[in-house]
């Protein structure tokens, strides 16, 4: 299934990832902020299940802010468990 998830208080402004019926998630893509960071963050956990890519990214903050675009990423994957967010 597609999600497409808006992040808070970071530059980027959401994140699009498929996520399989085992929970991997594959075609991650952010919309905004840091272009190369954030292509890293999605080929290193392309095929990953979403429970080991938050774990790995949750709490992660970016220069003052208390969050940033991978912690958001997580919380994404997270609230999607929760049956929070999806397209």
Not at 18 to 32: C, P
Not at 40 to 67: F, P, Q, V, W
Request: proline residues 0%; hydrophobic residues 35%; glycine residues 12%.
């Amino acid at each position: 299934m597609r999600y497409d998830c808006a992040l808070k208080g970071v530059c980027a402004a959401f994140v699009s990832f498929d996520m399989d019926e085992g929970g991997a998630v594959r075609n991650i893509s952010f919309k905004g902020g840091c272009d190369g960071n954030l292509k890293a963050i999605s080929r290193l956990t392309d095929g990953r299940h979403y429970k080991e890519i938050a774990a790995a990214l949750e709490g992660n903050t970016c220069g003052l802010r208390k969050t940033s675009c991978a912690d958001q990423f997580a919380k994404a994957l997270l609230g999607i468990e929760e049956g929070v967010k999806s397209t």
